[in-house]
């Protein structure tokens, strides 16, 4: 994240944030031998929710019906025809606020045809088949060092209330494991965060993977052996 020098605002700070940016951003990535986890270009190409979906279909996922759309009338279909219900999601975090300047969150939520308006046409929009889950998890790629918890939440976004969750170790069926494998290579990654939602019957949904996702709220176990994972990576280097 850059900042602009103290003092500088408007226009100014926004020139000067884009530079930094670019230019410190592109020298880092540039430099040769340079050993990242993950690679900044990797990331970005990997925070894409579009292809997020496609490459995790492709690497063997269950992935929940999703389209992304401008037209109202498709999202409105799209929302009546899913047997449990449908939710909205954004496709980036976008720095938002109200009219009193408060940061708000666009957090994953149960929609209804009947509140789709046509505002829908403004840009595209994320609407997903909802999942019936019995818990989710957050699944933490480090190569192929994986440590998956089972996070139980009475939010439908375990994100929002966070105080309100727990956290439990799970272990990663086979399956999993290879899509993981897959998923990460079709983005050369060596890191990601991976969200699953497992419904009654055990079986695993890939909602998204967030290639630099947190994970120091996980149970101290957990975060240590993860913290090893990275350490262990950065210094054998790239052929690790």
């Not at 050993?35 to 992935?63: D, M, T, Y």
């Not at 918890?149 to 086979?174: E, K, M, Y």
């Not at 990460?184 to 630099?212: I, K, M, R, S, Y």
Request: net charge negative; charged share 20%; with cysteine.
């Amino acid at each position: 994240m850059y900042e602009a020098p103290a003092g500088m605002d408007g226009q100014d700070a926004a020139f000067a944030r884009a530079e930094a940016y670019w230019g410190v951003g592109g020298i880092i990535a540039a430099l040769p031998g340079a050993h990242f986890v993950n690679h900044p270009w990797h990331n970005r190409a990997a925070e894409h929710k579009p292809a997020q979906l496609h490459a995790a279909i492709l690497s063997g996922f269950s992935v929940p019906e999703t389209v992304i759309t401008t037209d109202p009338e498709q999202a409105r279909a799209f929302c009546a025809g899913r047997p449990h219900g449908a939710v909205y999601k954004p496709l980036w975090n976008t720095p938002y606020r109200d009219g009193d300047g408060k940061a708000v969150q666009a957090w994953v939520s149960e929609v209804k045809p009947e509140e789709i308006t046509d505002a829908v046409a403004a840009c595209p929009h994320l609407f997903q088949a909802k999942i019936p889950k019995a818990f989710d998890v957050r699944l933490t790629a480090v190569g192929d060092r994986l440590f998956a918890a089972r996070v139980d939440s009475p939010d439908l976004d375990w994100r929002r209330r966070q105080d309100l969750l727990t956290c439990t170790p799970l272990p990663v069926p086979d399956e999993i494991a290879g899509a993981v494998a897959r998923y990460l290579a079709a983005f050369q990654l060596v890191f990601g965060a991976f969200d699953f939602a497992v419904t009654g019957d055990g079986q695993w949904w890939f909602l998204e993977c967030n290639p630099n996702g947190q994970w120091a709220f996980l149970p101290e176990a957990m975060t240590d052996a993860i913290a090893h994972a990275l350490a262990d990576r950065l210094r054998k280097g790239p052929t690790a």
